[in-house]
């Protein structure tokens, strides 16, 4: 085969090899993590003191694989950021190189803070308030494991998300798309 003398081709192959690699790490480490999905379910079914149940014949097993998912993304993340990094280190200058590593080990620990905070505080109370409020009104709680992993999953992906914002709105500031002045301003919409 040729070389490439095409930069856009070039690209795009990097883009796919990378792409390719990101996507068998994933499918690997959900193989791994689905051996493990009952506990993982068991273990984000804590806040919730009764069992859950399941109501369609899949459901319980498209609810192991939604949480061997998010266990499978986590756990590849260092390896997306890696390829990431490996992707985008050629644009840069070696200033801008020097910050590379450190910023994707700090998105790493915030979406980390990020999960672990959600998980450990918010989903407990957002859990049982959202019983409680139906338990008043004299409601049997009976969640299914298909809604509940799916709230979850949303919970724990926006919080990890939104520890993120610290990070985007430096490397933002860095590079001169907003400034402290616009960031005050905007305060109260913000909040």
Known sequence: MPPMT???????????????????????????????????VAWLNRPFPNPLVFYGPTEALFAS??????AAVLASLPVVFYQLWKFVQPALLPKEQRWGIPILALAG???????????????????????????????TPELSVGTYIDFNVKFLLTFGCAFELPLVLTIL???????????SHYRKHAI
Not at 19 to 39: D, G, K, N, P, R
Not at 65 to 70: D, G, R
């Open 6 to 40: 095409n930069p856009l081709a070039a690209h795009i192959q990097t883009i796919k090899r990378r792409l390719l690699i990101i996507a068998a790490t994933v499918l690997v480490f959900l193989m791994v993590a689905f051996a493990f999905s009952a506990e993982m």
């Open 65 to 70: 694989i939604k949480v061997s998912f998010l």
């Open 109 to 139: 620990v915030l979406f980390a803070l990020g999960l672990l905070f959600c998980n450990l505080v918010i989903l407990p109370l957002v859990i049982d308030f959202f019983v409680s409020f139906g338990m008043d009104r004299d409601i």
């Open 173 to 183: 500031a860095r590079v001169g798309v907003v400034t402290a002045g616009q960031l």
